[in-house]
């Protein structure tokens, strides 16, 4: 019985949804007689005028509007201030204010992100009042202070709207914390590191149930240009370290094994080297680690190493595959991404290069009886 009268209520309520196909906000504003309010759509590109109304002594209004195809934004304009608010379906949403404090002082019901939205906005808005009082006619030492201070509360902004998008990367209410700005300067950016796992959080989240939406095209293209400049300067940097070490014959490598130790490839100068990039979480490292293994077996006692850079994604199982093996293998943080792979131009794994004791590199990729001969050789 139960459980039909809730399938009853979720059908009657998307019934009427359906019937309706609006969405409402309605409300009053207090001492705002004679002004005009203004009802409008906050597009990606521009914002648009949906409604007005003239407001009388007891400031009620209401509006309505065709309830949109994705999530989106809307705002209620009185003079210079607004509230934003979102839109999913056919929400019936009730705003009450008063004209002074507009944009921060108001009860919202009917649409959890929006109040979301209200407090983030709150936040930056006490941001941005701060930032206004620094001037030239402070001293030095209190506009240190002051800028101290804001820096202190983006950082806590920063900090709430992280969690939020944790909670809910999918939200209106998340997106929107990514568009803020303070001094016309957006908080959060693809293009800085700590802030591109927040960013890409939504843009996937986005892309994955809404992926025909202009806002999430918008954001998941920026996160994939940040993602392609940030190997471009990883390859720029790496072409730089090939220029600097070209007499080495060369790119030296220092990254930490199993055992959290750095190792450098430089520090194996006068051994012959097979220097190696694998995976141990493809098919074939399997088969691909006892012939290594024979290798080493054979040649280690007269003068051969393998250093070993993993390019394995989930640490845990590299550091689980590696335990017992006896030569060196390092691992960078940033896994199949680190710097090296540009360094030493891999495109595919397994990839290797043999070394000789004066630290040049002769070939690369032999096969398995061209790199005995060449080891044999060169020892």
């Known amino acids: 019985?139960?459980?039909?009268?809730?399938?009853?209520?979720?059908?009657?309520?998307?019934?009427?949804?359906?019937?309706?196909?609006?969405?409402?906000?309605?409300?009053?504003?207090?001492?705002?007689?004679?002004?005009m309010l203004y009802f409008e759509y906050t597009g990606l590109l521009k914002t648009t005028i949906i409604d007005s109304i003239k407001l009388h002594s007891n400031g009620e209004f209401s509006f309505k509007s065709s309830r949109p195809t994705y999530p989106d934004f809307y705002r209620l304009r009185l003079e210079d201030k607004i509230i934003t608010f979102a839109v999913d379906s056919c929400e019936d949403i009730t705003i009450d204010a008063k004209l002074t404090n507009f944009a921060t002082d108001y009860t919202l019901t009917?649409?959890?992100?929006?109040?979301?939205?209200?407090?983030?906005?709150?936040?930056?808005?006490?941001?941005?009042?701060?930032?206004?009082?620094?001037?030239?006619?402070?001293?030095?030492?209190?506009?240190?202070?002051?800028?101290a201070e804001i820096e202190k509360d983006i950082e806590i902004h920063k900090a709430m709207a992280k969690n939020l998008i944790l909670q809910n990367p999918r939200s209106t209410a998340a997106?929107?914390?990514?568009?803020?700005?303070?001094?016309?300067?957006?908080?959060?950016?693809?293009?800085?590191k700590t802030d591109k796992p927040f960013c890409a959080a939504v843009a996937t989240a986005y892309n994955a149930y809404m992926p025909d939406y202009e806002r999430t095209k918008n954001i998941y293209n920026l996160v994939l240009d940040a993602i392609k400049t940030?190997?471009?300067?990883?390859?720029?940097?790496?072409?730089?370290?090939?220029?600097?070490?070209?007499?080495?014959?060369?790119?030296?490598?220092?990254?930490?094994?199993?055992?959290?130790?750095?190792k450098k490839l430089s520090q194996l100068e006068g051994k012959v080297v097979l220097i190696d990039f694998s995976a141990y979480e493809t098919k074939e490292s399997i088969n691909y680690t006892f012939a290594l293994r024979d290798l080493y077996k054979k040649y280690h006692s007269r003068g051969l190493e393998i250093y070993q850079v993993s390019l394995d994604q989930n640490k845990r199982q590299w550091q689980e595959a590696v335990a017992n093996i006896p030569w060196i293998c390092v691992r960078d943080?940033?896994?199949?991404?680190?710097?090296?792979?540009?360094?030493?131009?891999?495109?595919?794994?397994?990839?290797?290069?043999?070394?000789?004791?004066?630290?040049?590199?002769?070939?690369?990729?032999?096969?398995?009886?061209?790199?005995?001969?060449?080891?044999?050789?060169?020892?």
Request: net charge positive.
């Open 110 to 147: 009917g649409s959890q992100p929006s109040l979301q939205i209200q407090k983030l906005r709150q936040s930056v808005m006490n941001i941005q009042r701060k930032a206004n009082e620094l001037n030239s006619n402070l001293s030095s030492e209190l506009q240190n202070a002051k800028i």
């Open 230 to 262: 940030e190997r471009s300067q990883k390859e720029k940097e790496a072409w730089n370290e090939v220029l600097a070490n070209a007499s080495a014959g060369y790119i030296d490598i220092a990254l930490p094994d199993k055992n959290n130790v750095e």
């Open 1 to 35: 019985m139960k459980k039909t009268l809730i399938i009853l209520l979720i059908l009657t309520g998307l019934f009427s949804c359906k019937q309706h196909d609006k969405f409402h906000v309605t409300g009053k504003i207090e001492d705002a007689k004679d002004k």
């Open 333 to 379: 943080e940033a896994g199949p991404n680190t710097k090296f792979v540009a360094s030493y131009n891999i495109s595919s794994v397994p990839t290797h290069f043999l070394m000789n004791r004066k630290g040049t590199i002769i070939g690369r990729n032999f096969n398995l009886e061209e790199l005995n001969t060449e080891i044999a050789k060169n020892l």
């Open 175 to 192: 997106y929107f914390a990514l568009y803020q700005k303070v001094n016309n300067t957006y908080l959060f950016s693809p293009y800085i």
